[in-house]
């Protein structure tokens, strides 16, 4: 019952991460870490292709062993999450205002804090 809910989640990742391709806001390499977790649980042969691809396979190996992001990956999500704090700022009425900005604050400083690839 596990593998088929893994291979579903799996390719549910992948999917999503080949739309984030083409979506400015969704983000591609944390789908494809899920995907290869999850395949790494249902299917090992398709784990291995995530890790031998050209382009995601570095990021998902460097995350595995180092916990590590990219520099450039860390400059644009800090980036875009303070253009969405500032929006939320901005835009939101009362209290809500500053929730965007609080929670955009803690994950910054979780990312900032991860070893560079």
Partial sequence: MKRPAFLALGALSVGLGVIGIFV???PTVPFMLLAAWCFGKAHPAWEA???????????????????????KAKWAAVSLMTVSAVLGL?????WWRVLPAAIV?????????RPSA
Avoid at 90 to 94: C, I, K, S
Avoid at 105 to 112: G, N
Wanted: hydrophobic share 50%; proline share 12%.
């Fill in 24 to 26: 400015p806001v969704l």
């Fill in 49 to 71: 292709r995530l890790l031998a691809h050209p382009h995601y396979g570095p990021h998902i190996r460097a995350w595995r062993e180092r916990g590590a992001i990219p520099i």
């Fill in 105 to 113: 604050t803690l994950v910054a400083i979780w990312i900032v804090t």
């Fill in 90 to 94: 901005v835009l939101l009425p009362g």
